[in-house]
């Protein structure tokens, strides 16, 4: 069987771990591109020196330029600068819609039938920005933030109950982490109510740890932001496609008539297959849980508005 090709853009601490956990599951081989010389090179051959030890099969390229790229299955986009301490996701906007855009073209350039991951923040308006400038059908755009924002809630329910993160499901919607809808009468733990388990005050408090894990870590490395949680929520969404799982991840999806939302990228359910977003999953949401998905969209459209502006000027 012919092995899955998967492009991964930018080779910092998102996109050198994603090659990571990419390799490490075999999902296929692995072209990692950067503007910086030598350092996908040098990330990708020493990820490569590790396989025997680690005993996978993969190729491990790494690239200035995109031509051996060509006919990517999956491509991931990182690229772009990373938050600092007291930096909102909103801040990096107009130097990522700039380094997005151009990746996007030379992406598609040689990998016209390919599916685009974006994982650059802020993520709603960088799914929108690949979306803008690929032209591609919405089934093959679209965006990392709810998978990341639920592995978060979901490892601080394990610690709080005391019990394997395996057996929390739950799900969020909405934008990424500040604008995540939480839907608490929809986790459960090992088939259990949550509510059973957790009280309420507390589970809002968990809840709005998530909501900030980002910049939890932002403070904490001071230096730049999280890349093992974001690169891991990447893999599952590029394990899903390459291997036609179809697992149902909440991921920024282009939605029109689904929810309501118009036309705009935002954060729900999907099944993930060898076709990409396969299918929307519709929840029904309660009038509370509406009016704060109603604001989280509110947000993705402003989000968009700007995004537009920047690359029309
Ligand atoms: N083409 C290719 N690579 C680029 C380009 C470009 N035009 N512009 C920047 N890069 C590369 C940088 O050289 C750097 O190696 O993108 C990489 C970004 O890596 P880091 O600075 O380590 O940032 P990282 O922590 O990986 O975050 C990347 O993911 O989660 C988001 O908010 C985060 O937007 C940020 C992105």
Not at 122 to 142: E, I, Q
Not at 196 to 217: S, Y
Not at 256 to 277: A, H, K, R, T
Request: charged residues 20%; glycine residues 10%.
């Amino acid at each position: 069987m012919k092995r899955a090709k998967i492009t991964i853009i930018g080779a910092g601490n998102v996109g050198a771990t994603c090659a990571h956990w990419a390799a490490s599951k075999e999902l296929g081989d692995i072209y990692l591109v950067d503007i910086v010389e030598g350092l996908p090179q040098g990330k990708a051959l020493d990820l490569y020196e590790a396989s025997p030890v680690e005993g996978f099969d993969a190729r491990i390229v790494g690239l200035n330029s995109y031509e051996e790229t060509a006919d990517s299955d999956v491509v991931v986009i990182t690229s772009g600068i990373a938050r600092k301490p007291g930096m909102s996701r909103d801040d990096l906007m107009a130097t990522n819609v700039k380094i997005v855009a151009e990746v996007t073209r030379s992406v598609i350039e040689h990998s016209p039938n390919t599916i685009l991951i974006v994982v650059s923040n802020p993520l709603d308006a960088m799914v929108y920005t690949a979306w803008k400038v690929s032209g591609f059908p919405t089934n093959r755009v679209l965006g990392q933030a709810g998978v990341l924002d639920v592995a978060r809630y979901r490892s601080f329910i394990a610690a709080e109950v005391g019990c394997s993160v395996e057996d929390v499901s739950a799900l969020l919607l909405g934008g990424h982490g500040d604008d995540m809808v939480p839907l608490p009468r929809l986790t459960s733990v090992g088939g259990v109510p949550v509510s059973q388990l957790i009280p309420a005050g507390r589970l809002e408090d968990i809840v709005t740890r998530a909501r900030n894990g980002g910049a939890e870590i932002v403070g904490l490395l001071k230096t730049g932001s999280a890349y093992y949680a974001p690169a891991s929520a990447t893999i599952a969404m590029v394990e899903s496609i390459v291997r036609d799982k179809k697992r149902v991840l909440p991921c920024a999806a282009h939605c029109d008539s689904e929810y309501g939302v118009g036309g705009y990228f935002v954060g729900v359910p999907c099944i993930l297959g060898s076709g990409g977003v396969e299918k929307v999953i519709e929840v029904e949401l309660e009038p509370k849980e509406r009016e704060m998905f109603n604001a989280s969209v509110e947000h993705v459209k402003e989000l968009s508005a700007a995004t537009e502006k920047l690359l029309a000027g």
